[in-house]
């Protein structure tokens, strides 16, 4: 048994077979091989061998002849290790013996090859230890026919591991397979972590390298609550894990039971909860569990969904689905936010150095106006089919937010113009993001209808903490004292200027912060569907004045940690069951 701390993205707990994807996307799903296929299976690794052998081979004279023969040799070591005759040996016993597999014999012979070489204290042979990694590569590129496995081709149900998984890559996933996932590197707050709780994918991420040690096939427990993974349990955990599954099966039979009833506080106040969502096809999880509109609609997720540019009819036929799905409850489409950790650039854009401070998100949509007016021309003609309303994500200017506006106004004018309906009145509000916006927001506040405080990104630039990146993950954290000022500025001017303001960010969905964001002011949330019970749940056990004190006390408080334990703490207090150790 072998446990690994990581960062809990996506709550809930999964237990299943490893699925290994490398970093070439390699997946080894097919541990063993029928009786009578045997012979064939070991004439498919001799001719793997031989291919391998001959690849090796002409590397070796290529690059000899172009540097010399002593870096030649470099390959003439991995023709000896590839036809070393005990390894050999070993991977046709375990086709024949054991019935294995030869992609996965390659794996569970060559990584434990690499092991002793990595285990021995000497830097030149703990080197060899990628020769090794190399040869398997070229194998297993042999043996699965150099396709990159589909993620989204899993049928059987597993927990995947990966070194990195992609918003795009998670977003293949099958949440009726893909039980759980586990990456070697990532954030809490990058676009994976949101994409696995959309799809209410358990999932672990940055727990640091382990892939090297795991051939797949391994009984793997992903703890998404608490950030745990466990590979190769012994019975008394599996039975723990198992119980603990029932228990989260239970608390959301229980909260279920809430679904009709409105997020009100003991002393009256009403709470709107609206989802937050990536896909149209997530408008049933909002309905399923009551949401009061779709408050967060991150529509840069068509892009994944479709090869090329989207279409303004493919993005209005999504736009449609999803205002027609919620009736007359508001939908909040936030207009693209792409670059950084997501996918889009301009076509001509070169790799930045630091994307998050770079072209993305609103930046990029007013540099590129063809597919920015595409995308407002598709949701003004679906605003006549429910309640839109138009975001712009990331505005860190005011001139930013007019141009934008303008922009808004130009495409109404064109659809005036050729007689096209769509809503006059839309609302259009603005992401609060970005701490400069923060300590403008009374000047920005007199030009749009609502904001949005998207904390994921504003935690990131206040503190200076890429929220994708693991190695400064500790740092990331919603209960910075100076995340808190931040808020409470917001929603001080916010009510002041008597614009509506709701908290999207992940934050918001964190029973933890519940109290706290009801105290410093906030009326309306919006959170993965999936969230939405459990919050609702506090709403209904709290009273607003019990959250204002709550606010103060965490507001004189001045380190994250001691922040943290006091709400969660007053949290135990009120629904205990929420509270995880
Ligand atoms: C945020 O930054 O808090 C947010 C909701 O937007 P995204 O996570 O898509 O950047
Ligand atoms: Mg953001």
Do not use: W
Request: include cysteine; charge should be negative.
């Amino acid at each position: 048994m072998q446990t690994l701390q990581g960062i809990a993205v996506s709550p809930g707990v999964a237990i299943g077979e490893a699925l290994v994807v490398d970093n070439e996307g390699f997946r080894i799903p097919r541990r063993f091989v029928m009786r009578d296929v045997v012979d064939d299976e070991v004439e498919r690794l001799n001719k793997a061998l031989d291919f391998v052998a001959t690849e090796i081979a002409r590397d070796r004279d290529a690059v000899a002849a172009q540097l010399g023969s002593d870096y030649g040799a470099i390959f003439a070591a991995h023709l000896q290790m590839l036809r070393d005759r005990r390894m050999n040996e070993e991977l046709t016993s375990l086709i024949r013996e054991r019935h294995h597999s030869p992609e996965y014999a390659v794996r569970t012979v060559l990584r434990r090859y690499a092991k002793i070489f990595q285990e021995l204290r000497d830097d030149y042979l703990a080197e060899r230890a990628n020769d090794i990694f190399d040869l398997e590569r070229r194998l297993l590129r042999c043996l699965l026919g150099e396709r990159r496995e589909e993620l989204a081709h899993i049928t059987s149900p597993v927990v995947v591991l990966a070194h990195n998984l992609t918003p795009s890559e998670t977003a293949m996933l099958d949440p009726e397979f893909v039980l759980g996932f586990i990456t070697e590197i990532g954030g809490a707050g990058g676009h994976t972590a949101i994409v696995a709780k959309g799809l209410e994918i358990p999932a672990v991420v940055g727990t640091g390298s382990f892939l090297r040690d795991v051939s797949g096939g391994e009984l793997t427990i992903v703890d998404g609550d608490l950030g745990r993974v466990i590979l190769q349990p012994d019975e008394e955990t599996i039975a723990r894990y198992r119980r603990e599954v029932e228990e989260h099966r239970s608390l959301a039979v229980r909260l279920q039971s809430l679904r009709e009833l409105p997020a009100e506080t003991l002393d009256g106040t009403r709470v709107t909860l609206s989802a937050n969502i990536e896909f149209p096809r997530e408008v049933d999880a909002c309905l399923d569990r009551g949401a009061d509109g779709v408050g967060l609609y991150r529509t840069e997720f068509l892009y994944l969904a479709v090869n090329s540019e989207p279409t303004e009819d493919e993005h209005y036929d999504a736009y449609r689905q999803v205002l027609m799905a919620m009736g007359d409850r508001p939908v909040v489409f936030r207009t693209l936010d792409l670059g950084a950790d997501k996918l889009g650039r301009l076509p001509t854009h070169e790799e930045e150095r630091n994307p998050f401070l770079g072209l993305r998100s609103i930046r990029l949509s007013l540099k590129n106006l063809p597919q920015f007016r595409t995308q407002l021309r598709a949701i003004l003609r679906a605003s006549v089919l429910g309640s839109a309303r138009i975001m712009f994500p990331l505005i860190s200017s005011m001139q930013e937010l007019r141009h934008a506006k303008m922009v808004v106004a130009d495409t109404m004018e064109d659809l005036e113009e050729a007689g096209v309906d769509f809503d006059r009145e839309i609302q259009i509000g603005m992401m609060v993001e970005v701490p400069a916006t923060v300590v403008m927001l009374d000047k920005f506040l007199p030009e749009v209808d609502f904001i949005s405080i998207g904390t994921n990104d504003l935690i990131q630039y206040a503190l200076a903490v890429d929220r994708s990146n693991n190695e400064v993950a500790d740092r990331y954290r919603a209960s910075d004292p100076a995340v808190l000022r931040l808020l409470d500025m917001s929603l001080t001017a916010a009510r002041q200027a008597e614009i509506p303001a709701s908290v999207c960010g992940q934050m918001s969905g964190e029973a933890t912060y519940t109290m706290l964001l009801l105290g410093l002011g906030l009326r309306a949330l919006s959170v993965p569907p999936a969230g939405i019970p459990e919050i609702k749940k506090i709403c209904r056990s709290v009273s607003v004045s019990q959250c204002v004190e709550v606010a103060k006390r965490a507001l004189a408080m001045e380190s994250p940690g001691e922040i943290e334990t006091y709400l969660r703490e007053e949290l135990r207090k009120v629904v205990p069951e929420l509270v995880l150790c």
